[in-house]
């Protein structure tokens, strides 16, 4: 039963900050790629960031870089974003997810969850 359930998302004004986490359960993250994919209504999926499980890596979409950060719990299944310094452009529905490799996270996640809505406005 793998089941990943996001949180924290909410109204913030532009500049701010806000954290989102994600709690995974029947599944181990060291065996994925995972990483987090946001998506607007009618709009399709952007890659915010992943980790490879070939490298180990994270690797950051350019509209995030330097702004957002990703963390690892893996003895507690969570993975968590940091977002600072956010932006209007930012408002979507933010999901982690997994996949056997980052190319294919927004294309072919193996699981995502429901989303968390993040609202950047004045």
């Known amino acids: 039963q793998e089941q990943m359930v996001e949180s924290g998302g909410g109204l913030v004004q532009p500049g701010g900050s806000l954290r989102l986490s994600c709690a995974g359960s029947?599944?181990?993250?060291?065996?994925?790629?995972i990483g987090w994919f946001r998506q607007a209504p009618g709009k399709t999926r952007e890659a915010v960031v992943c980790?490879?499980?070939?490298?180990?890596?994270?690797y950051y979409g350019d509209a995030v870089k330097d702004r957002f950060s990703i963390w690892v719990d893996a003895a507690k299944n969570s993975l968590g974003l940091r977002m600072k310094d956010l932006k209007a452009d930012d408002t979507d529905v933010y999901y982690c997810?997994?996949?056997?490799?980052?190319?294919?996270?927004?294309?072919?996640?193996?699981?995502w969850g429901k989303g968390t809505q993040v609202t950047v406005s004045t």
């Open positions: 997810a997994e996949a056997e490799s980052c190319p294919v996270l927004t294309s072919e996640p193996t699981y």
């Open positions: 029947g599944f181990r993250f060291d065996d994925y790629s």
């Open positions: 980790i490879s499980s070939d490298d180990r890596l994270a």
